[in-house]
C-alpha cells in the first residue's frame, strides 16, 4: 500500500454516527414526557377508583404502561448516543430507533388488553360513577396529552456528514479500491423516526381514551347511558389496535432491511443513467436510521469514472450517507 494511502486511512473510513444533535434533541423531549406522564398516570388511576369510572382507570392504567413505553423511547436514545462510535455497529446505532420503535408497539397491547377486560367486567356488573370528579380528571388528562403531544412533535431538521465507499472493477477483473470522503446534507424527516413516532404514538392512544372517556361520563351522566362507559374502553382499544399494527409493520420493515421506496429507488436510477452510458446491473437501498439510508449500486459502462463520480450524482435530499459504488468496464466497449 502507497505510504501516503496508508496516512489517510483515516480521512477514508466511514462515520456512522448519524443524526446526533436531532436525536439529542428528541431524547430531551421525550424524557420530559416520561415525567408528565408518570405523574399524570397516579392520579387518574387514583381517581378512577375514587369515582368508579372504568373508562377514566382505563386511561391511568393506559397512561402507566404508556409510561414504561415512554421510558423505553428515552433509553434509546440514551443508548443510540452513547454507543453512536461504536464499530461494533456495522451501519451505525439508527436503527435502535426502530427497535423501540417495534417494542412500544408491543407495549401498546399490553393496556389494550386490560382495557378490554375490565370493560366486560363492567358491561357484566355496572357501578356507579361520580361523573363530576371524573369528568374533570379526564379533561386535565386530555390536556396534559395534548401538551405532551406538541412537546414530542416539535419539529428538527439533522444536517449531516456522509461518506461514500466505492470499489471500481476494471474489464480485466483486477480489483482497485477507490474511496471517497465526500460531505453530504441530507434531511432527515422525523416522521421516519421509528422510536419518537412510538412514543408519540402512545401519547395520542393516551389523548384517544381521554376523549372517550369525557364522551362516555357525559353520556352517562346527562342521558343515564352508564353502558357506554365500557363500550368506549371496548372501542378505543380497538383503535389502538390499529395503530399499534401500523407501528409494528412499519418499524418491522426497518429491522428487516426491506428495500427503500420505489419511487426513491428509481430517483437514484435516473440519476446514474442519465448522466453518461452507465447502466445500474444491481441496486439496493435500504434504511439504516430515521431519514438514513444506505446504497450499494454496481453499473456497467463503457467510460468507468471513479466511484466518487456516481456518489456524486446521487441528490442529497434523499438521505443516501452511506454509499458502496462497484463499477464495471462493458466489455462491449472495445469493439465499440
Known sequence: ?????????????HDHRFGLHRRKSAEGRTKLVVAITLA?????????????????????????????????????YVWMRRRAGDAAFTFGTGKIAALGGYTGALLLLVPVALMVWESVLK?????????????????????INAVCALILSRGGHDHGHGHGHGHDHGHSHDHGPAHAHQPQESQAHESEDMNLRSAL??????????????????????????????????VGAAVIVVWARGLIFGSGRVLLDFAAPEDMREKIRRAVETDSDAR?????????????????????????????HYKRLLPKSL???????????CPDSDAA
Do not use: K
Not at 393516551?206 to 376523549?211: I, P, R, W
Not at 438521505?319 to 468496464?329: D, L, M
Open 1 to 13: 500500500m502507497h505510504t501516503e494511502s496508508t496516512a489517510r486511512l483515516d480521512s477514508w473510513q
Open 40 to 76: 399524570t398516570m397516579v392520579g387518574e388511576i387514583l381517581a378512577g377508583w375514587a369515582f368508579g369510572s372504568m373508562a377514566l382507570l382505563a386511561d391511568g392504567l393506559h397512561m402507566g404502561s404508556h409510561a414504561l413505553a415512554l421510558g423505553i423511547s428515552a433509553l434509546a
Open 123 to 143: 358491561l357484566i356488573t355496572p357501578v356507579d360513577i361520580a361523573y363530576g370528579p371524573a369528568l374533570a380528571v379526564a379533561v386535565a388528562g386530555l390536556a
Open 201 to 234: 404514538l402512545h401519547v395520542m392512544a393516551d389523548a384517544l381514551t381521554s376523549v372517550l372517556a369525557i364522551a362516555a361520563l357525559l353520556g352517562g351522566r346527562f342521558y343515564g347511558w352508564a353502558w357506554l362507559d365500557p363500550v368506549m374502553g371496548l
Open 280 to 308: 445500474l446491473a444491481d441496486l439496493h437501498v435500504w434504511s439504516i436510521g430515521p431519514g438514513i439510508y444506505a446504497a450499494a449500486l454496481s453499473l456497467v459502462t463503457h467510460h468507468p469514472q471513479e466511484p466518487d
Open 319 to 329: 438521505g443516501v450517507r452511506h454509499v458502496t459504488v462497484e463499477v464495471h468496464h
